[in-house]
């Protein structure tokens, strides 16, 4: 079956502080790998995706994640938040050339402590 | 990059009444879009994938008679939420399909969603 794994609901960091969100993934097919973001009331924002190549992928706003296909995994960084960071972030797998769906995981609120 | 918008952004219906929530791609063309509900405080479900030309297909659980999904156009899909009621309050978020020529690379594109709230 496929699916995505947040493991962490809720997670507060000190502002300056390194961040690692935790991301596993369920998928048949090769999977293409997606790190969104949504701000109270907002749309969801695309920081980063990875299909192939290099494993490690970098974002916008200096996030990056490095897929780790031994683990399922899809972790996503940051090696020093800002307050404006807090948000909540959605770790998402969908297919990479056919209409199916993406499926996204329950996503993770984070928090910046000052 | 891609463009899609959602109109309205937020909208304040009474109980009972219908309301249409409209999702434009605005600089390409999408034979496929979809439609996602989000409560407060949890993840996106989908309720429906729209493609052009041809009826809604929804996800299990989903009511197609009464999300009712028209995909008349390669840049507009409407969802309508018919006889309203206080549950179908939600945050109602569209994304639109766009295939790239040279690479057949699938990409979707997210709507900065519509917030409806039902009295």
């Known amino acids: 079956a496929q699916s995505v794994t947040q493991p962490d609901i809720h997670i507060t960091v000190s502002e300056g502080a390194s961040l690692e969100l935790r991301c596993n993934y369920s998928?048949?097919?090769?999977?293409?790998l997606f790190w969104y973001v949504q701000s109270p009331g907002q749309g969801l924002q695309l920081l980063l995706k990875y299909f192939s190549g290099d494993t490690l992928v970098q974002g916008i706003k200096g996030f990056e994640a490095e897929f780790k296909r031994s683990q399922s995994s899809f972790n996503l960084r940051k090696p020093s938040v800002h307050w404006s960071d807090a948000a909540e972030y959605f770790c998402a797998v969908g297919p990479y050339s056919s209409a199916s769906k993406i499926i996204f995981g329950s996503g993770t609120r984070l928090s910046i402590r000052p | 990059g891609a463009v899609v918008s959602q109109h309205p952004s937020r909208v304040i219906c009474k109980s009972g009444t219908s309301v249409k929530i409209e999702c434009r791609s605005l600089?390409?063309?999408?034979?496929?879009m979809f439609w996602y509900r989000q409560f407060p405080k949890q993840s996106l479900m989908l309720m429906a994938t729209s493609n052009e030309g041809s009826k809604a297909t929804y996800e299990q659980g989903v009511e197609k008679d009464k999300f009712l999904i028209n995909h008349a156009s390669l840049t507009l899909s409407t969802l309508t939420v018919t006889s309203a009621h206080p549950e179908d309050s939600s945050f109602y978020i569209c994304?639109?399909?766009?295939?790239?020529?040279?690479?057949?690379?699938?990409?979707?594109?997210f709507g900065p969603g519509t917030r409806l709230t039902v009295t």
């Open positions: 600089d390409f063309q999408a034979t496929t």
């Open positions: 998928y048949g097919a090769t999977p293409y």
């Open positions: 994304s639109a399909r766009a295939i790239h020529p040279g690479t057949g690379r699938s990409e979707q594109y």
